[in-house]
């Protein structure tokens, strides 16, 4: 019997089965993320080995305990812990990890722009060439984080994370306030410190 040329070539259509594996199956991971989850591992053994140096002098030396904030010592080992589940997250592809490093970029960003307000407003009689340097230095951080916020919004990136139809400008307003109500909090306990002090 021979083939009609005029019939059309039989398509084979995915079962409803085969469609449901092949959305659960997750997207290839993008070498950003292993190279954004190196970096945060990194990071995070660079601040465990301070963290650990740090406890280790103020057992040994009661001067330092003087000197050193309890605040100091819970920001380091919040720094270790961030580090380290944004390194998780990023690297299983969760979801919360996604959630955690792009936080953890907005919480950056909107920390560069209040430093770079409260130290070049109270500090206008410092040389203006220290000023200059320390705005270059600002802005270029400013630059990286935003860059790295702006990727963690790229569509393979969600893909990745099965972020698909996330928005990119209703998860920014909802990073920006909870890192806007962190750094409150913490510049409030910084300064009830300050004023406290001698």
């Known amino acids: 019997m021979e083939v009609n040329p005029y019939q059309p070539p039989i398509v084979a259509v995915p079962t409803l089965a085969e469609e449901v594996s092949a959305g659960d ?49 819970v920001l ?41 307000l409260f130290m070049l407003l109270r500090l206008e009689e410092v040389d203006p060439e220290w000023r200059a340097s320390f705005a270059t230095k600002q802005s270029i951080l400013f630059v990286v984080h935003g860059l790295i916020l702006l ?6 990136v969600r893909d990745f994370f099965r972020l698909k139809s996330q928005r990119m400008v209703t998860a920014l307003a909802i990073l920006a306030t909870l890192a806007i109500v962190v750094m409150g909090a913490t510049y409030g306990v910084l300064y009830s410190q300050s004023a406290d002090g001698p």
């Not at 990727?151 to 393979?156: A, I, M, P, V």
């Open 25 to 73: 199956r997750p997207a290839p991971r993008p070498i950003g993320i292993w190279i954004l989850s190196g970096l945060h591992l990194l990071v995070g053994l660079l601040f465990l080995a301070m963290f650990l140096i740090l406890l280790w002098q103020l057992s040994t030396d009661r001067t330092i305990r003087l000197v050193v904030p309890g605040l100091v010592i």
């Open 76 to 116: 380091f080992g919040l720094i270790v812990g961030m580090a380290a589940a944004t390194t998780i997250g990023m690297w299983l592809g969760a979801k919360w990890g996604w959630w955690l490093t792009a936080f953890y970029y907005v919480w950056a960003t909107l920390g560069v722009v209040a430093d770079s």
């Open 151 to 156: 990727y963690l919004f790229k569509r393979t």
